[in-house]
């Protein structure tokens, strides 16, 4: 059915913004010269700061009528602190700090996202076809996180220079910011 593709489709693009921006972050600020510390704050800040947001966020969006909203303005505001991530290099001395900000505020919304969605599929997918909606995006979020990594990663392998993985680096946390602010409300048209 159309909704059961509208609904893997945005499970594909959600992986693909996610995988894009965070497998390769560690890697992204060793590049940039990350001390041990500061990979340690890469690990660690972004889960603290989706703890952070995920109780007051739920209480707030557990109060809109509007169940889908909430996840389009979580997944495009995750997009833009990791496009705004993928300027971390321009910020020379604070560069690893600035990523790691960008990072963490990012995975607020992410969790967030991940908490509505629940809300927002529960609304538009009947009982007796959830089980088989969920099957289908899971398993496109599957593959997209498998095809992203791997193809990723052999770009980035095969970057000739630091500078120039650096640069795959960005792109890579550009390309997260287009495909979430313009899938956004593309794919969650159904109320």
């Known amino acids: 059915s159309r909704l059961a593709t509208q609904l893997a489709v945005e499970g594909l693009l959600s992986a693909v913004v996610l995988n894009l921006a965070t497998v390769y972050t560690s890697m992204f600020a060793s590049r940039m010269g990350a001390d041990d510390n500061q990979i340690g704050y890469i690990s660690s800040l972004p889960q603290l700061f989706a703890l952070i947001a995920l109780l007051p966020g739920a209480i707030l969006t557990g109060r809109l009528r509007d169940r889908r909203r909430p996840v389009e303005v979580s997944l495009v505001l995750a997009g833009l602190f990791y496009g705004l991530a993928g300027l971390a290099p321009f910020f020379s001395n604070q560069r690893v700090w600035f990523l790691i900000g960008m990072v963490s505020l990012a995975n607020a919304p992410m969790a967030l996202?991940?908490?509505?969605?629940?809300?927002?599929?529960?609304?538009?997918?009947?009982?007796?076809?959830?089980?088989?909606?969920?099957?289908?995006?899971?398993?496109?979020?599957?593959?997209?996180?498998?095809?992203?990594?791997?193809?990723?990663?052999?770009?980035?392998?095969?970057?000739?220079?630091?500078?120039r993985r650096i640069l795959m680096y960005q792109v890579c946390y550009w390309l997260s910011f287009l495909i979430s602010s313009s899938s956004s409300s593309q794919v969650f048209s159904p109320k």
Do not use: E
């Open 113 to 163: 996202y991940n908490a509505t969605w629940q809300n927002y599929f529960s609304d538009v997918v009947p009982i007796s076809r959830r089980n088989s909606h969920y099957t289908l995006r899971t398993s496109m979020t599957f593959f997209a996180g498998i095809v992203v990594v791997q193809a990723s990663g052999i770009i980035l392998g095969n970057a000739g220079s630091d500078s």
